[in-house]
């Protein structure tokens, strides 16, 4: 899936008036391709956690950095201390990697109500509660997301009855995705 498609839909209210809808569909971008994803990863991983986002710009003389991290496994919350462990190692490294102590860094955890931005992302959230929005149905579809790959992702839902439906869904015909929070 290259690059992100996008249908337009025109309609007319009358003569004068027009307007466009566009119709997004979920990207697939690696993650080792981000610039020093792959060096920043390995960093994180080592102390726990994984590097779900990073973000590097010069603003004004300023290297930006920008980071989201989370736990290796699903059920644990990332707190301050863990988010302030990860800075400590990782800020030090990114300025070795970009030769430049002029920065700014602001590391995060995903938060209870992350929009997942890269369908690359939804490997890293393995075991979490999640809903995406499914255009074949229009409607919100959740559940435990089981696995992920460049295709697709599946989702675990548990019915009333004790069974659990098991549902795959095409990146294609996914439009967003996010966390389900209580």
């Known amino acids: 899936m290259g690059s992100q498609k996008r249908v337009h839909f025109y309609f007319r209210k009358d003569s004068r008036v027009g ?21 920043c990863e390995k960093i994180v991983s080592g102390l726990g956690f994984h590097l779900v986002e990073l973000k590097i710009s010069p603003q004004n003389g300023v290297t930006q950095i920008l980071a989201t991290i989370t736990g290796k496994d699903a059920s644990v919350n990332i707190g301050v201390n863990d988010c302030s462990r990860v800075h400590k190692v990782l800020l030090p490294a990114l300025e070795e990697i970009l030769g430049t102590d002029n920065t700014y860094m602001e590391l995060t955890s995903p938060g209870m109500e992350r929009n997942i931005k890269n369908a690359a992302e939804f490997p890293l959230f393995l075991g979490r509660e999640i809903r995406v929005y499914d255009k074949t149905v229009t409607d919100w579809v959740g559940g435990v997301l089981k696995a992920a790959d460049s295709e697709s992702v599946t989702l675990e839902e548990p019915k009333e009855d004790g069974s659990v439906e098991t549902k795959s869904i095409s990146l294609e015909n996914i439009a967003k995705a996010k966390f389900i929070h209580l």
């Open 19 to 39: 307007a466009r809808i566009t119709v997004r569909f979920m990207e697939y971008i690696p993650l080792d391709s981000y610039p020093h994803y792959t060096e």
